[in-house]
């Protein structure tokens, strides 16, 4: 079945340094989604990709779909301590179900 | 607005016991549901999803089934619970309508002792 690998599963950064976390699936995929889990909480949608080679940004987030659309990552430009919990992504091989495939996810913690 | 209520929000079973989890949706019709097990705070596992009532599709063989009695209700059950069913469920939908993002709901933590 399709897999979607996660590197790195831990990340410790100071705060105002950068972050980046890989995504990398088995099979080329329709979409890719991002999600952010607050330690405690539940996983909240942050962004889908669609487009091949696409890039989207939302303030100090980029996010960015592979060209084969098979991998993906997000950077975190100047981290702050809001930026702390676990960032998933979630591949989407197509078809009306919408199942997605998570990654392990990164685990993000930042010393301010 | 869409919102999703999953309960309870914390669960201490004894092993062999029944399990009933809930989940509803609010705000629209005919959504694709999911439930996923977290264990021990991290990957998300797909259990179950459901695209109508009562259509139900497994993904994993295990010690739990689900059911969709109504267009936006989802139950997850056992009959027995194990030790190894311990763990956080979230329950999620998606409305079908780009962009295609799963809502969770808030997740029970489930413990069996």
């Known amino acids: 079945g399709q897999q979607v690998m996660q590197i790195p599963q831990y990340q410790h950064v100071q705060e105002g340094e950068d972050f980046t976390t890989y995504c990398n699936s088995s099979?080329?995929?329709?979409?890719i989604q991002w999600y952010k889990q607050r330690p405690g909480g539940h996983p909240v949608f942050l962004i889908q990709?669609?487009?091949?080679?696409e890039v989207k940004k939302q303030k100090r987030l980029t996010f960015q779909f592979g060209e084969a659309k098979k991998n993906s990552s997000l950077h975190i430009t100047a981290t702050q301590t809001t930026d702390v919990g676990t960032y998933f992504c979630?591949?989407?091989?197509?078809?009306?179900?919408?199942?997605?495939?998570f990654g392990k996810g990164t685990l993000l913690t930042v010393n301010p | 607005s869409q919102t999703i209520h999953q309960w309870p929000a914390t669960l201490v079973q004894p092993v062999g016991s029944p399990l009933s989890l809930e989940c509803t949706v609010e705000g629209t019709s005919n959504p694709n549901l999911y439930w996923y097990r977290q264990a021990a705070g991290r990957g998300l596992q797909l259990l179950f999803y459901s695209v109508g009532i009562g259509q139900i599709s497994s993904e994993v063989p295990q010690n739990l089934s689900a059911s969709r009695p109504q267009d936006r209700q989802f139950i997850l059950s056992s009959k027995k619970l194990l030790l190894s069913d311990s763990g956080f469920y979230l329950c999620?939908?998606?409305?079908?309508?780009?962009?295609?993002?799963?809502?969770f709901g808030s997740g029970t933590r489930l413990t069996v002792v």
């Open positions: 990709l669609v487009k091949s080679g």
């Open positions: 999620a939908h998606t409305s079908r309508r780009s962009p295609y993002g799963y809502t």
């Open positions: 099979t080329t995929l329709s979409n």
């Open positions: 979630a591949g989407d091989s197509g078809g009306s179900n919408y199942k997605l495939t």
